[in-house]
């Protein structure tokens, strides 16, 4: 594991060292990783949430993140570090191992619903590519159909196994058009977010004077967040329970 980490250490100064960065983000980025290498991950953190400051984010920004957070015990920290990692990379396999591995110490084992299942066999599939690689991959089949479609037409070759062809590469380019824009409207408009604190009361109300907790979650659960107000965010878990929570609990994924 250290020599796989010292491997991806050395990999990222060079991939900063060729991407035009601002010389004080690599500074931050680079004690960042030092203080990694040597345990101080508190350090670390201070680090990196320096760059985020700036306005700079990157999958192995996030991922080193998330890996000082779970370093020191904060679950939910590096659960919403991972998540955001993945959202940039969504096909990097050593976070989605780490993401599972930190998933796995939160309390609230949720059960998915059978009818929620498929969708998130969807959701999976749709979040293999970024939905910048999902509308250049609609545009190459677009542009593999359309020269399908003129061969057909200038009768260069003919029989069923073109014209099959063409008709597969029709669907398959209108099913991935869909799953693009879907995936451009869900990252446009989803409200996701962590619960960051040890465990959470989830009122009916935005307020907790006399008002008896509906339930309670804990640190690293994954709620999505329908409404703000005063100070409070109103969230809903995949199981169909909802309530408000202070907005300070959450750190939003977006």
């Known amino acids: 594991d250290g020599k796989a980490a010292k491997v991806k250490y050395l990999l990222t100064i060079y991939l900063f060292q060729t991407v035009s960065v601002p010389q004080t983000i690599q500074d931050y980025f ?37 890996n000082a957070h779970f370093r020191i015990g904060n679950i939910g920290k590096a659960i919403w570090a991972y998540n955001k990692s ?35 066999l969807y959701s999976g599939l749709k979040m293999y590519f970024t939905t910048r690689e999902w509308f250049l991959l609609c545009s190459l089949l677009t542009l593999f159909t359309c020269f399908i479609h003129s061969i057909l037409n200038a009768k260069i ?49 935005p307020r907790n004077d006399n008002n008896k907790p509906l339930f309670r979650i804990h640190e690293g659960t994954v709620v999505d967040v329908a409404n703000r107000q005063n100070g409070w965010s109103e969230i809903s878990l995949i199981d169909g329970n909802k309530g408000w929570v202070k907005a300070g609990t959450i750190m939003v994924l977006k």
Do not use: C, W
Request: charged share 25%; net charge negative.
């Open 157 to 205: 070759l003919i029989g069923k196994a073109i014209q099959k062809t063409r008709f597969m590469l029709i669907t398959l380019t209108l099913i991935t058009h869909f799953i693009g824009f879907d995936s451009y409207f869900s990252n446009k408009y989803a409200n996701n977010a962590v619960i960051v604190k040890n465990f959470v009361d989830v009122f009916s109300e």
């Open 30 to 66: 680079f004690e960042g990783n030092d203080a990694i290498m040597n345990s101080n991950y508190d350090e670390a953190i201070d680090a990196y949430k320096r760059i985020l400051d700036y306005g700079f984010e990157s999958s192995d920004l996030y991922h080193n993140l998330g």
């Open 86 to 120: 993945l959202m940039l990379n969504p096909r990097e396999e050593d976070v989605k191992y780490n993401l599972s591995i930190a998933e796995a110490r939160v309390i609230d084992q949720i059960e998915i619903p059978k009818d929620v299942a498929l969708i998130k």
